[in-house]
């Protein structure tokens, strides 16, 4: 039995069994190893990805539940958010082994495309599930507030 999923724009008919996890599509069927594993229990957000912009983790996600869904990847974000996140991020040089950012920006871009202007309370609730084993939490949160100010046309500069 087949699957059919679009992810960043592309039809893919994929032969695997339903409930195979999306991560493991991603990485091992699709080759798109932009997305991590970090637990596999929805406990750490490293393989966040989105589906009509919304964050989930693609860890515990069936290829089956999202069926005929759009699926949106770090190859693949192309938003204004998605953009202003990654440019703060190289901003304030926000990574620094890097395995978790991935999905932190997947999560950061969702954050702003549903919250202009997030405050600290808002960062922690929508952010509060992607871990980071090197602690790069307060870059995270000056970057996001970079993004959504760069959004806005004003400047930190
Ligand atoms: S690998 Fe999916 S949440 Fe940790
Ligand atoms: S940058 Fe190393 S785990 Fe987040």
């Not at 490293?46 to 089956?64: E, F, H, K, L, N």
């Not at 999560?107 to 609730?125: C, E, F, K, R, V």
Request: glycine share 8%.
């Amino acid at each position: 039995m087949s699957v059919s999923v679009t992810i960043n724009g592309k039809d893919y008919k994929l032969d695997v069994p339903p409930e195979t996890p999306l991560l493991w599509v991603l990485r091992d069927t699709l080759k798109m190893t932009g997305t991590k594993f970090g637990c596999g229990q929805a406990l750490c957000g490293a393989c966040t990805v989105q589906m009509y912009g919304q964050p989930i983790r693609a860890c515990v996600t069936p290829v089956s539940a999202v069926a005929g869904q759009k699926i949106t990847t770090i190859e693949g974000i192309t938003t204004k958010e998605a953009k202003a996140v990654q440019t703060a991020w190289e901003k304030l040089q926000v990574p620094q082994c890097g395995y978790c950012q991935s999905g932190q920006i997947m999560a950061a871009s969702a954050l702003l495309a549903n919250n202009t202007s997030p405050s600290d309370a808002d960062i922690d609730a929508a952010m509060g599930g992607n871990i980071c084993r090197c602690a790069t939490y307060v870059k995270i949160r000056n970057a996001i507030k970079e993004a959504a100010d760069d959004l806005k046309g004003e400047s930190h500069a």
